[in-house]
Nanobody, 119 residues
């Protein structure tokens, strides 16, 4: 089992950057696929990015080329670097984990962190 705590959200102007962190508690962090989802007001929760236990990454089309996911297993932490932010990136961002090599379906979720991008 694993517990997830997100941090790093906030208010930023369009074109700016934010870095989200997700700290995990668990004895087998390196064996968990990790990733990020987001949910904007009035919309369904959507996939953003994922990283497998072997370091392979996957990105949703709208964030490809702007966002980068990586993990530091020595710190039990996964990160999401968000560059060139747009107002449509505004959402609550959720960290997710799965006790498998790949993320889907996720087994564990963080509480979420708000990202607001102003124009």
């Amino acid at each position: 089992q694993v517990q997830l705590v997100e941090s790093g959200g906030g208010l930023v102007q369009a074109g700016g950057s934010l870095r989200l962190s997700c700290a995990a508690s668990g004895r087998t962090f390196s064996g968990y696929a990790m990733g990020w989802f987001r949910q904007a007001p009035g919309k369904e929760r959507e996939f953003v990015a994922a990283i497998s236990t072997r370091g392979s990454t996957d990105y949703a089309g709208p964030v490809k080329g702007r966002f980068t996911i990586w993990r530091d297993n020595t710190k039990n932490t996964v990160y999401l670097q968000m560059n060139s932010l747009k107002p449509e990136d505004t959402a609550v961002y959720y960290c997710a984990a799965a006790n498998r090599a790949t993320l889907f379906p996720a087994d564990y979720w963080g509480q979420g962190t708000q990202v607001t991008v102003s124009s």
